[in-house]
């Protein structure tokens, strides 16, 4: 596609990535000259009108919204029967880099991630949109400190494709809820367990739970209790370790109920409320367009 003009108004010109959903391009708005991310949907992915109806939906119910820790979708349509997003570009670092490379992270600054997250998600959460697919590498964070929850839309995608209706897991069932595991529909709760255990996952430098395969993982976060934080990590405050306990609740009625809910508890088991940036990272250069074709002669 490179090359090409969606819309009549936004021109790739580089490919950032391909996934099992969807390929990610670079484009730049031909009227404004700014670069967006151009989310692509795969043509055999788009064959179920029944996802491609709740997707244009969800995709609509995004577009215009304004978070700071929500990416931003600008436009969403159809282009040679291909669905797609536009949205804002964001520089930096996911979540899940930063943890490879850095380990376990001290508690202020993993509560301070945790709550941007949280704050992003009771804004869509509060427009009934659940993300379903919260997980360290659908977190980025800026240079500036800013964590971006990416991949609103594609995540519902994944969870009405046929290939999960038959059963097959979609992507990693590392952060998936015990509800998700058994099929069963899902709510904003949901979100808040998949939080849990990225902020465990923060706190510990490795993912909750692990198997040798994803039905495996899967039965764990079904049947396994959470091991104990303060066992493994002494210096996580007994206050801390309930409250991951709590977003990690296998029985959805005993989580936290709502994002604004687990705000006010990171604010409470604080020394001060929390507004904390992620630590300064530095973010990778982006591949300058094209340069625009001057303006004609009038």
Same mark, same amino acid.
């Given at each position: 596609m490179i090359g090409q003009v969606i819309k009549g108004l936004y021109k790739i010109y580089d490919e950032v990535g391909s996934g099992g959903i969807a390929t990610v391009y670079l484009a730049?708005?031909?009227?404004?000259?700014?670069? &967006?991310? &151009?989310?692509?949907?795969?043509?055999?992915?788009?064959?179920?009108?029944?996802?491609i109806k709740r997707f244009q939906r969800e995709a609509g119910l995004l577009t215009g919204l304004s978070n700071p820790h929500l990416v931003q979708v600008f436009d969403h349509g159809v282009e040679n029967g291909r669905h797609y997003l536009v949205m804002e570009y964001v520089e930096g670092r996911t979540l899940k880099s930063i943890i490879s490379e850095e380990g376990a992270l001290d508690v202020d600054r993993s509560l301070g991630i945790t709550r941007q997250i949280a704050e992003g998600l009771a804004e869509v959460h509060h427009r009934g949109i659940v993300h379903r697919d919260i997980k360290p590498q659908n977190l980025m964070i800026q240079p500036?400190?800013?964590?971006? &929850?990416m991949d609103f839309g594609i995540a519902r995608?994944?969870?009405?494709?046929?290939?999960?209706? %038959?059963?097959?897991?979609?992507?990693?069932?590392?952060?998936?809820?015990?509800?998700?595991?058994?099929?069963?529909?899902?709510?904003?709760?949901?979100?808040? #367990?998949?939080?849990? &255990?990225?902020? #465990?996952?923060?706190l510990m430098g490795r993912v909750l739970f692990d198997a040798d395969s994803p039905i495996s993982v899967a039965l764990k976060h079904l049947n396994e209790p959470v091991p104990s934080l303060r066992l493994l990590r002494a210096d996580i405050p007994p206050e801390v370790e309930a409250l991951v306990d709590r977003c990690l609740s296998k029985d959805r009625e005993e989580r936290f109920q709502s994002a604004g809910e687990l705000i006010a508890a990171i604010d409470r088991v604080s020394?001060?409320?929390? %507004?904390a940036q *992620?630590?300064?990272v530095v973010a990778a250069p982006v591949?300058?367009?094209?340069?625009? *074709?001057?303006? %004609?002669p009038p």
């Amino acid at each position: 596609m490179i090359g090409q003009v969606i819309k009549g108004l936004y021109k790739i010109y580089d490919e950032v990535g391909s996934g099992g959903i969807a390929t990610v391009y670079l484009a730049r708005n031909l009227r404004t000259n700014q670069i &967006v991310a &151009v989310k692509v949907v795969h043509s055999h992915i788009a064959k179920d009108p029944e996802v491609i109806k709740r997707f244009q939906r969800e995709a609509g119910l995004l577009t215009g919204l304004s978070n700071p820790h929500l990416v931003q979708v600008f436009d969403h349509g159809v282009e040679n029967g291909r669905h797609y997003l536009v949205m804002e570009y964001v520089e930096g670092r996911t979540l899940k880099s930063i943890i490879s490379e850095e380990g376990a992270l001290d508690v202020d600054r993993s509560l301070g991630i945790t709550r941007q997250i949280a704050e992003g998600l009771a804004e869509v959460h509060h427009r009934g949109i659940v993300h379903r697919d919260i997980k360290p590498q659908n977190l980025m964070i800026q240079p500036n400190g800013t964590v971006k &929850v990416m991949d609103f839309g594609i995540a519902r995608i994944a969870d009405l494709s046929a290939l999960t209706r %038959s059963g097959y897991l979609v992507g990693t069932p590392h952060y998936i809820s015990p509800e998700q595991a058994m099929g069963e529909r899902v709510d904003h709760r949901s979100d808040l #367990y998949s939080l849990g &255990v990225v902020l #465990y996952e923060m706190l510990m430098g490795r993912v909750l739970f692990d198997a040798d395969s994803p039905i495996s993982v899967a039965l764990k976060h079904l049947n396994e209790p959470v091991p104990s934080l303060r066992l493994l990590r002494a210096d996580i405050p007994p206050e801390v370790e309930a409250l991951v306990d709590r977003c990690l609740s296998k029985d959805r009625e005993e989580r936290f109920q709502s994002a604004g809910e687990l705000i006010a508890a990171i604010d409470r088991v604080s020394s001060q409320p929390i %507004s904390a940036q *992620a630590e300064t990272v530095v973010a990778a250069p982006v591949k300058a367009p094209p340069p625009a *074709a001057p303006p %004609s002669p009038p």
